[in-house]
């Protein structure tokens, strides 16, 4: 009979490699942004086909929202407040309102389990679905951004600023949706979030400032996407002061690193559970 040495078995290989002074590495995590950009990619593929024509319903009602509106104001200030609102309404309705039911859903269903059990870090989950949910945002946002144009006779030569005010709003509000739909208890509670979420979303941001409360104007500025409602409305003015339009920006690109940053610990603490 042969005898076969220890160090060859499955586990006298393991107890060999604890006994040179560790456990035995089951291989390597992959990489921030390998990781991300996969997990981005298959968020992508996923929605295109569940969430294409709920991105016709956000452009359709951020339109008929202007038209609407365009009884009421007739130019302006109220005019470039209600045409950049609408625009960063399309952007909430995806990125908050959706994000926040599909983690919902993704954690009640045990979805999560899923993720943990992949060499992927939580920092690429959260990114690449919030940059997926976000992409579907562009189309409405540029639509409805001409459309209002058109609707209320504003300029359109500095529409260019969407590419900024687009990834940064998305980016703010996509973090904010991912943490409401991983810490709510029940995804019925991470729906409701994320639709009171996107009213916040269209009550404080599409109606013109002049006209709320001062309370509502404090509740106004706690909103992440009214700083970017505020960057596009200062572009149609007939000089824009680029110096405030810069400065809504770089406090919705803080917001957006910060609400991420919050979705992914929400993230770790609702994969562990």
């Not at 859903?105 to 992927?120: I, K, N």
């Not at 209320?152 to 980016?171: D, K, M, Q, T």
């Not at 960057?231 to 957006?256: I, K």
């Amino acid at each position: 009979m042969s005898v076969v040495p220890a160090d060859v078995l499955p586990g006298g290989a393991l107890a060999g490699a604890e006994a040179a002074g560790g456990a035995a590495e089951l291989g390597p995590r992959a990489r921030l942004w390998p990781s991300l950009a996969a997990v981005y990619r298959a968020q992508l593929s996923r929605a295109r086909v569940a969430r294409i024509p709920l991105l016709f319903v956000a452009t359709f009602q951020s339109i008929g929202i202007m038209i609407l509106m365009r009884g009421v104001v007739d130019g302006g200030e109220e005019a470039r407040a209600v045409v950049a609102g609408s625009a960063v309404l399309v952007v909430a309705f995806v990125a908050l309102n959706l994000l926040a039911q599909y983690f919902g859903q993704l954690r009640g269903s045990g979805g999560l389990d899923h993720y943990a059990t992949l060499p992927v870090p939580p920092a690429a989950v959260v990114l690449g679905a919030a940059g997926a949910y976000a992409s579907f945002t562009v189309p409405g946002t540029v639509v409805t951004a001409v459309f209002g144009c058109a609707l209320f006779g504003l300029p359109v030569a500095h529409l260019w600023v969407l590419a900024a005010v687009i990834p940064l709003a998305g980016a703010a509000l996509a973090g904010l949706g991912a943490a409401l739909g991983l810490l709510a208890p029940r995804p019925e509670l991470a729906t409701l979030l994320g639709q009171l979420g996107m009213s916040a979303a269209l009550l404080l941001g599409v109606l013109p400032a002049d006209r709320m409360p001062e309370p509502v104007r404090l509740a106004r500025d706690l909103l992440p996407s009214t700083y970017g409602v505020e960057a596009f409305a200062r572009t149609f003015a007939r000089r824009p002061d680029w110096a405030f339009v810069l400065g809504d920006l770089a406090v919705c690109g803080a917001v957006g690193v910060v609400s991420l940053a919050v979705a992914t610990w929400a993230y770790r603490r609702a994969a562990v559970r």
